[in-house]
């Protein structure tokens, strides 16, 4: 099953986006390797990025957001 929170109930989607953001953030920092899919949001609750990383770095194709949810740019890593 999914995460859960301190209540252990099932996370929230805002409860997610800040749990994966925060475990990301100390993957990165803390020694390891960032692994696999990424997606980051604005505020607002829309995309801001997507894509994937292996060994810490972007690979394949990364797709990048304006706050409004329109694509602003497509990258090929």
């Known amino acids: ?6 209540k252990n109930k099932p996370m929230s989607m805002l409860e997610r986006w800040a749990y994966d953001e925060e475990h990301y953030m100390d993957n990165l920092f803390g020694g ?17 990025e997507e894509g994937n990383y292996k060994d810490g770095r972007e690979i394949g194709k990364w797709t990048f957001y304006n706050e409004d949810g329109s694509i602003k740019e497509i990258k090929e890593f």
């Open 1 to 6: 099953m999914g995460k859960k929170n301190k």
């Open 32 to 48: 390891g390797l960032a692994q696999g899919p990424w997606v980051s949001y604005y505020d607002n609750g829309l995309k801001k």
